[in-house]
Nanobody, 122 residues
Framework: VQLQASGGGLVQPGGSLRLSCTAS????????MGWYRQAPGKERVFVAT????????NYADSVKGRFTMSRDNAKNTVYLQMNSLKPEDTAVYYC????????????????WGQGTQVTVSS
């Protein structure tokens, strides 16, 4: 399965963006899908995960209440709705497929897409 992320861009603080990640194959067999981000000079960190059926999700404390992850298995696509964006949200965002909604270690994720740049700046 290959993943393709899109939807990044430049947005002002307080603004919103919606990222999409579309798979070349079915994602129904992937237990959890996740979003990670990597700022310049920093490690890749967990943002959000969602379970196979979309009923359970997990968020980093830094994005709780602002970001919402969802998935549409029929379209083999996951989304990350990002609201109230802050300059510290600036990073390259990656989507990934992995073992469990509670797994946040990126090394345990098997499938990765290329990143999409999100820049929050006035």
């Amino acid at each position: 399965v290959q993943l393709q992320a899109s939807g990044g861009g430049l947005v002002q603080p307080g603004g919103s963006l919606r990222l999409s990640c579309t798979a070349s194959g079915s994602i129904i067999s992937i237990n959890a899908m996740g979003w990670y981000r990597q700022a310049p000079g920093k490690e890749r960190v967990f943002v959000a995960t969602i379970s196979r059926g979309g009923y359970r999700s997990n968020y980093a404390d830094s994005v709780k209440g602002r970001f919402t992850m969802s998935r549409d298995n029929a379209k083999n696509t996951v989304y990350l709705q990002m609201n109230s964006l802050k300059p510290e949200d600036t990073a390259v965002y990656y989507c990934a497929g992995g073992p469990d909604v509670h797994t946040t270690n990126p090394e345990e994720y098997d499938y990765w897409g290329q990143g999409t740049q999100v820049t929050v700046s006035s």
